[in-house]
C-alpha cells in the first residue's frame, strides 16, 4: 500500500515551512480557499470550503508511513477530508490518496478586527505560491481566496506567524501589488 498525500493550499504550499520532501504541484476541483478565524486560534487563517465551479492550487505531498502526528499537531484548529480522487489533478504518474485540512464549520467565525489576518502569514503563503507557480500563480492565488476584505495587521516588521519568511524585495512588492489591487485593509499594530 502507498503512502497518503495532503493536500496544501496555504502555507504549506511554501516548502521552506515543513520537511515534507516529496512533494509536487497540483489542483484541486470544487473547493476554494477563505480567511476565517477559528475559535482554537486568535488570529485568522485560511481554510477550504467546497464551492462547485471553483480549482485552486496547491502541493500535494507524502505523508510518510502515514504518520501524521506531526502535521495534525501543526494542523491542529483544522479536520482532516478526504478528497475525492477525480478532484484531484497531479503529475505523480498513478493515483493516490489525499486528504485536505478544513477548519470545522463549527468553530469558523469571519476574520475581525480582535482577529485578524497576519500579513506575515499572507507573506509566507504568497511567497510560496509564488515560488511554485510564478507571477500568475500568486495572481490565481489572491483570486481564488475569499474574505480579502478582512482586517489584515501589518506585522511585516516584527513577524507573528511562527513560520514567517523573509521575502525579497520584489516578493513584497507583488504581495503588496495584490493586496492593493483586493483592497486589502492593512491595521498597524
Known amino acids: 500500500m502507498r503512502d497518503p498525500f495532503f493536500f496544501g493550499y496555504g502555507s504549506l504550499v511554501n516548502r521552506a515551512t515543513h520537511d515534507y520532501a516529496q512533494a509536487r504541484p497540483a489542483r484541486l476541483r470544487g473547493w476554494r480557499r477563505a480567511w476565517r478565524h477559528t475559535r482554537m486560534r486568535k488570529l485568522a487563517y485560511l481554510t ?19 504518520d501524521w502526528a506531526a502535521l495534525d499537531l501543526r494542523e491542529a484548529a483544522y479536520e482532516r477530508h478526504w478528497i475525492a480522487p477525480q478532484d ?3 503529475d505523480a504518474g498513478h493515483p493516490i490518496e489525499v486528504q485536505l485540512y478544513v477548519v470545522d464549520p463549527v468553530h469558523s467565525e469571519p476574520p475581525s478586527v480582535r482577529h485578524p489576518i497576519l500579513l506575515s502569514y499572507i507573506d509566507t503563503v504568497a511567497q510560496g505560491f509564488l515560488r511554485e507557480f510564478g507571477p500568475e500563480g500568486l495572481t490565481r492565488f489572491f483570486a481564488t481566496t475569499a474574505g480579502w476584505d478582512a482586517p489584515i495587521l501589518d506585522d511585516r516588521a516584527a513577524p507573528v506567524y511562527p513560520r514567517a519568511q523573509s521575502l525579497t524585495a520584489g516578493e513584497k512588492a507583488a504581495v503588496d501589488g495584490q493586496l ?5 485593509a492593512l491595521i498597524r499594530p
Open 88 to 90: 484531484i489533478h497531479h
Open 48 to 66: 477550504a470550503e467546497r464551492e462547485a465551479d471553483s480549482e485552486i492550487d496547491g502541493l500535494v505531498a507524502v505523508v510518510p508511513g502515514a
Open 180 to 184: 492593493a489591487f483586493c483592497g486589502a
